[in-house]
């Protein structure tokens, strides 16, 4: 049993599975290549020094109650990561 499923302070195998199931992701990893697979983003670029990551999200990307992901939404949610509290 996780001793958590916070999506954000969650960091065991067990918890993983339980997000994989019912948080989406930007992109997933193919299983068979390792290549980088679109999922709420449609398309990325990545800067030449590797440091900005801009994901253009679905249109068609919504949350359980059918309003749509926006990008403040996945602002808020790596705000939220790298939040020292959470440490």
Request: charged share 25%; with cysteine.
């Given at each position: 049993?996780?001793?958590?499923?916070?999506?954000?302070t969650?960091?065991?195998?067990?918890?993983?599975?339980v997000?994989?199931?019912?948080?989406?992701?930007?992109?997933?990893r193919?299983?068979?290549?390792?290549d980088?697979?679109?999922r709420?983003?449609?398309s990325?670029?990545?800067?030449?020094?590797?440091?900005?990551?801009?994901?253009?999200?679905?249109?068609?990307?919504?949350?359980?109650?059918?309003?749509?992901?926006?990008?403040?939404?996945?602002?808020?949610?790596?705000?939220?990561?790298?939040?020292p509290?959470y440490?």
């Amino acid at each position: 049993e996780p001793p958590t499923i916070h999506p954000i302070t969650a960091t065991d195998v067990y918890a993983s599975s339980v997000h994989a199931s019912v948080c989406e992701g930007l992109l997933t990893r193919d299983s068979q290549t390792y290549d980088w697979k679109p999922r709420l983003a449609e398309s990325w670029e990545v800067s030449k020094d590797n440091k900005i990551f801009t994901f253009k999200i679905r249109k068609n990307a919504v949350f359980h109650d059918g309003k749509p992901v926006t990008a403040e939404d996945v602002k808020f949610s790596f705000d939220a990561i790298f939040n020292p509290a959470y440490q």
